[in-house]
């Protein structure tokens, strides 16, 4: 089996972080008892891009233990763990990755990833489907289709499917109740929490905390940061959401005011260049900056790097850049996933839940023949994991009377 990894020898410590995480998946679990026998995978190369660490790896390993032959490239250099890797490599699935590798390593990883020639894409930013409809073309006929499970890869294919150069079916699990009400908000809410208290060893209580966009994620990150004493100002482009933030008891104003009185600034909006050089001029001594949005566009690091009069790494995963005026700002996780970068991204249990979606997603894909676009992941789909999750908790749901089944189909009382 082919393979690039930092080192294989790290296989023993991968293998435990693996475990861990399997026995705290139950709905990943279930489905591998499920399937154990149908293995709906088999005879199918299934290519991935994705954070690879233990959460992860339980996913890998399922569908490689279902039948397929999965081959992963990692879908961030900071976030990729090196044991991680090694273990999965011992568990027949073939990795192209290492932490810290350059940009040109990431996409040369992600082109041997996609070389295996693969029926379904799983993927993580759309970068796997970025690279087949610009430099791999040659490899589209052979793609089924696939799913992506993040906000700004949908974005990305989105746009796509727009222009009409999609080529094939992608299902959005990013947009499962599954996936958005859980992952991103309560995930979020605690991951980004969890890198930013890691990488810095500060008080979250008492300070002034500046939620650049409240989506699904901001709004678990606000609560969070909320929770632990911190003052949450939010800032928004979009009017329904700025209002939504005021109800829900945040104060909100613009970049410009919010930069001149944060303590922590964290932004969630997977657009470019939110907080950037005029925000940087303001702001006081010793801010904190953290990014929870996919790409690492959202702080401006040239901007960053233009105002510096130095730059050094004062903790690791925090580069401070000291001001001609004496002030420093901290850049923590160098503006990549701080969840990732900086810590171990989401809680094992709320990533059972999407990487279910992933796994059911992709066997959906496998059995239908689907035209170009995107597509929602199919209710049943969405609703069997949650009452999965449910049921492995022992908790049970009460359901309709055949009375109120009738009721609630009538409209004459």
């Given amino acids: 089996m082919d393979y690039r990894i930092a080192d294989i020898s790290l296989a023993p410590s991968g293998e435990k972080k693996i475990e861990w995480a399997r026995q705290y998946m139950p709905v990943l679990n279930r489905l591998r008892e499920k399937y154990a026998k149908e293995r709906p995978l088999d005879g199918l190369t299934i290519s991935a891009c994705l954070h690879l660490e233990a959460k992860t790896a339980c996913l890998l390993i399922l569908m490689k233990d279902l039948g397929a032959r999965v081959v992963a490239a990692g879908s961030n250099p900071l976030s990729t763990q090196d044991d991680v890797c090694a273990g999965l490599v011992k568990n027949g699935v073939a990795v192209f990755s290492r932490n810290g590798m350059t940009t040109d390593e990431y996409f040369e990883n992600a082109r041997a990833a996609l070389s295996a020639g ?12 970025a690279l087949l409809h610009t430099e791999m073309k040659h490899l589209l006929p052979g793609v089924r289709g696939g799913c ?33 009400l859980f992952d991103n908000r309560y995930g979020t809410g605690q991951s980004v929490m969890d890198g930013l208290m890691r990488t810095t060893n500060l008080l979250v209580a008492g300070k ?9 994620c901001g ?27 005021l ?44 990014n929870a949005g996919h790409f690492d566009v959202e ?28 002030r420093r700002l901290h850049l ?65 749901l009460d359901r309709m009377t055949p009375e109120q089944t009738e009721y609630m189909k009538s409209w004459v009382e």
């Avoid at 499917?161 to 996936?179: E, R, T």
């Avoid at 970068?341 to 992933?358: T, W």
């Avoid at 170009?372 to 022992?394: C, F, H, N, Q, T």
């Fill in 118 to 129: 693969p029926d379904v894409v799983v993927d993580d930013g759309a970068d796997l489907c």
């Fill in 148 to 180: 992506e499970e993040t906000t700004s890869g949908v974005k990305r294919l989105r746009s796509m499917a727009a222009q009409g150069v999609l080529a094939f079916p992608m299902i959005s699990v990013n947009d499962a109740h599954s996936k958005y």
């Fill in 208 to 216: 002034t905390v500046v939620i650049v966009g409240y989506g699904w």
């Fill in 219 to 245: 709004r678990g990150v606000a609560m969070r940061a909320s929770a632990m004493g911190a003052k949450v100002i939010v800032v928004e482009i979009d009017p329904h959401r700025a209002f939504e933030a």
């Fill in 247 to 290: 109800m829900d008891g945040y104060e909100v104003t613009g970049m410009g005011e919010a930069a001149r009185r944060g303590d922590i600034f964290l932004t969630l909006t997977g657009n470019t260049r939110v907080i950037r050089g005029e925000h940087f001029e303001m702001m006081k001594d010793g801010v904190l900056l953290g």
């Fill in 299 to 326: 702080i401006c690091k040239k901007d960053l790097a233009r105002l510096a009069v130095s730059v050094e790494e004062s903790r690791p995963g925090v580069q401070t850049y000291a001001m001609k005026d004496g």
């Fill in 332 to 396: 923590l996780g160098e503006g990549r996933l701080v969840n990732l970068a900086c810590a171990d991204g989401h809680p094992v249990e709320i990533m059972d839940l999407s990487f279910a979606l992933q796994l059911e997603s992709s066997i959906y894909m496998s059995r239908h023949t689907m035209k170009p676009g995107i597509y929602d992941v199919p209710a049943e789909i969405d609703r069997a994991v949650m009452e999965v999750k449910l049921d492995s908790l022992g908790i049970r």
